[in-house]
């Protein structure tokens, strides 16, 4: 029969083998894997991650085999112990991000963890083939995006990683139980029915289900092909009259994944992740980095940080409605606000977990700096994580201008985290969870998982 998209999809999952994997792909998918451990450890300490928990805990009962984040001794059927750990991953908007944009770990990492445990022993995958799945999971997701440049903008209809990520994760799972090609299409097909959200939620407690729903979806849609549940098989095709993946995009234009032979090069390879050095969404980083610059200018100006010195604040953003909150009311629309995080650079010198607090968020000095907030949109400050800049200006009673601009903040594909940064963030992250000893085997752990012999003891 002839190739399809979708064939061609089914068979690169069913085909690729570890050894496809290079040097540097396994080196950032590590890095992700770490970094997304982290942060959906101390994900399990907020609010909508306990709610998530309970849910679970008291609606389902079934065979509780997989682990759940920073809750030693709590165990949950599989799909769920994945849901949960996706909400933990999203529930700070702390996770890696990705260009076009989505988070491409969280909706992955967890359907992996959880499907390592339920495997019986003797089936366990080891860390290489844990590690191939996680990249199977990253690459489908990669590849449906670029069939669309839609998706290279930051998003107004759906939230990427309830798209995609459903995808990357029934792929994902489908490699580490070893479907057949067949059952792998079929995966596919089945999971293009459980995705999508919409970008409504963002800044609500919903968002961090985004990234829940996708990363189990995706793994009961493997669970079903598994057991013979089948779906269309032209799923990624664009097929005139009859939408099907396509639906999620007004502009789709997909191409057949080749099966790899000798070599495969993965988009990781070419396209680096970028990783989130406070918890907020990745568009906050330009203009808090921005507005640490113009705060050290200030400072050497007047000696100190002095707000009754400044008349206005001008931000230069793009536009993008739903990070546009000139006076946010609770931590996810602070997450979600330009004004918010450059005022509080501004204020504090930094950004972090504190931050987004009650009584941070609502300080009389912090809403005295928002009343000076103005937005201006240039026609060359685009709405994608690639081209974007911040750029914060303070314009002084005194007639004296000063500026300060962010191309690429630290942490962008562009200008990666260090090692040391990387698994300063994660001790920091882990802390809230676990004793120092107990991190510091996570870290050796995914440091050499290729050489683990049983995934899940991940």
Same mark, same amino acid.
């Given at each position: 029969p002839?190739?399809?998209v979708?064939s061609s999809?089914?068979?690169?999952?069913?085909a690729?083998?570890?050894e496809?994997?290079s040097?540097?792909?396994c080196?950032r998918?590590k890095?992700?894997?770490?970094d997304s451990?982290?942060?959906?450890?101390?994900?399990?300490?907020?609010?909508?991650f306990d709610i998530?928990?309970?849910?679970?805990?008291?609606?389902?009962?079934?065979?509780?085999v997989?682990?759940?984040?920073?809750?030693?001794g709590?165990?949950l059927?599989?799909?769920?112990?994945?849901?949960?750990?996706g909400?933990? %991953?999203?529930?700070?908007?702390?996770d890696?991000?990705?260009?076009?944009?989505t988070?491409?770990?969280?909706?992955v990492?967890?359907a992996?963890?959880?499907?390592?445990q339920?495997?019986?022993?003797?089936?366990?995958?080891?860390?290489?083939?844990?590690?191939l799945?996680?990249?199977?999971?990253?690459?489908?997701?990669?590849?449906?995006?670029?069939?669309? %440049?839609?998706?290279?903008?930051?998003?107004?209809?759906?939230?990427?990683?309830?798209?995609?990520g459903?995808?990357g994760?029934?792929?994902?799972t489908?490699?580490?139980?070893?479907?057949s090609t067949?059952?792998?299409?079929h995966?596919?097909?089945?999971a293009?029915?459980l995705?999508g959200?919409?970008?409504?939620?963002?800044?609500?407690q919903a968002?961090?289900?985004h990234i829940?729903?996708?990363?189990?979806?995706?793994?009961?849609?493997?669970?079903?092909a598994?057991?013979?549940m089948?779906?269309?098989?032209?799923i990624?095709?664009?097929?005139?009259g009859?939408?099907?993946f396509?639906?999620? /995009?007004? +502009?789709y234009?997909?191409k057949?994944?080749?099966?790899?032979?000798?070599?495969?090069e993965f988009?990781?390879?070419?396209?680096d992740?970028?990783?989130?050095?406070f918890?907020?969404?990745l568009?906050?980083h330009?203009?808090?980095?921005?507005?640490?610059s113009v705060?050290?200018?200030?400072i050497?100006?007047?000696g100190?940080?002095?707000?009754?010195?400044i008349?206005?604040?001008?931000l230069?953003?793009?536009?993008s409605k /739903?990070?546009?909150?000139?006076?946010?009311?609770?931590?996810?629309?602070?997450?979600?606000?330009f004004?918010?995080?450059?005022?509080?650079?501004?204020l504090?010198?930094?950004?972090?977990l504190?931050?987004?607090?009650?009584?941070?968020?609502?300080?009389?000095?912090?809403?005295?700096?928002?009343?000076?907030v103005?937005?201006?949109?240039?026609?060359?400050?685009?709405a994608?994580?690639?081209?974007?800049?911040?750029?914060v200006?303070?314009?002084?009673?005194s007639?004296? +201008?000063?500026?300060g601009k962010?191309? %690429?903040f630290?942490?962008h594909?562009?200008?990666p985290?260090s090692?040391?940064?990387?698994?300063?963030?994660?001790?920091?992250?882990?802390?809230?969870?676990?004793?120092?000893?107990?991190?510091?085997?996570?870290? %050796?752990?995914?440091?050499?998982?290729?050489?683990?012999?049983?995934s899940?003891?991940l």
């Amino acid at each position: 029969p002839e190739e399809t998209v979708t064939s061609s999809f089914a068979s690169f999952i069913h085909a690729v083998r570890p050894e496809h994997l290079s040097k540097t792909v396994c080196h950032r998918s590590k890095r992700m894997i770490l970094d997304s451990i982290g942060v959906g450890l101390v994900g399990s300490t907020t609010h909508v991650f306990d709610i998530a928990l309970q849910y679970c805990r008291e609606l389902y009962s079934s065979v509780a085999v997989s682990s759940v984040y920073g809750k030693p001794g709590v165990k949950l059927s599989p799909t769920l112990a994945a849901f949960t750990n996706g909400v933990a %991953t999203h529930s700070m908007d702390f996770d890696d991000t990705w260009h076009p944009a989505t988070h491409p770990s969280g909706a992955v990492l967890p359907a992996l963890l959880a499907a390592s445990q339920m495997l019986p022993p003797g089936t366990k995958p080891n860390g290489m083939d844990f590690l191939l799945a996680f990249n199977v999971g990253l690459e489908v997701q990669g590849r449906l995006m670029h069939f669309s %440049t839609e998706a290279h903008n930051i998003p107004k209809r759906f939230h990427p990683p309830s798209v995609v990520g459903t995808m990357g994760s029934a792929a994902a799972t489908a490699k580490l139980l070893s479907l057949s090609t067949a059952q792998c299409a079929h995966a596919l097909g089945i999971a293009a029915s459980l995705a999508g959200a919409p970008m409504a939620n963002a800044a609500t407690q919903a968002k961090p289900l985004h990234i829940g729903n996708a990363t189990r979806l995706g793994f009961e849609a493997a669970l079903l092909a598994a057991r013979g549940m089948e779906a269309n098989p032209f799923i990624l095709d664009d097929i005139a009259g009859c939408s099907g993946f396509s639906a999620f /995009y007004n +502009i789709y234009q997909p191409k057949p994944l080749s099966t790899p032979s000798d070599h495969h090069e993965f988009l990781l390879e070419k396209q680096d992740i970028a990783f989130k050095r406070f918890p907020a969404h990745l568009g906050m980083h330009w203009v808090v980095d921005a507005a640490l610059s113009v705060r050290n200018l200030f400072i050497n100006y007047a000696g100190s940080f002095s707000p009754s010195l400044i008349r206005t604040i001008m931000l230069k953003i793009p536009v993008s409605k /739903y990070i546009n909150r000139p006076f946010p009311s609770s931590e996810h629309q602070a997450r979600h606000s330009f004004q918010f995080n450059a005022c509080t650079a501004l204020l504090d010198g930094e950004v972090d977990l504190s931050s987004f607090t009650e009584s941070s968020i609502h300080r009389q000095e912090l809403r005295e700096l928002l009343d000076k907030v103005v937005v201006e949109h240039p026609e060359d400050n685009v709405a994608n994580f690639d081209k974007m800049y911040g750029e914060v200006a303070l314009l002084l009673h005194s007639g004296d +201008i000063l500026t300060g601009k962010c191309d %690429t903040f630290y942490g962008h594909w562009r200008k990666p985290l260090s090692k040391e940064s990387l698994l300063k963030k994660f001790r920091s992250n882990a802390s809230h969870v676990f004793p120092e000893e107990k991190i510091e085997t996570i870290i %050796t752990m995914v440091d050499n998982l290729e050489n683990l012999s049983d995934s899940s003891q991940l």
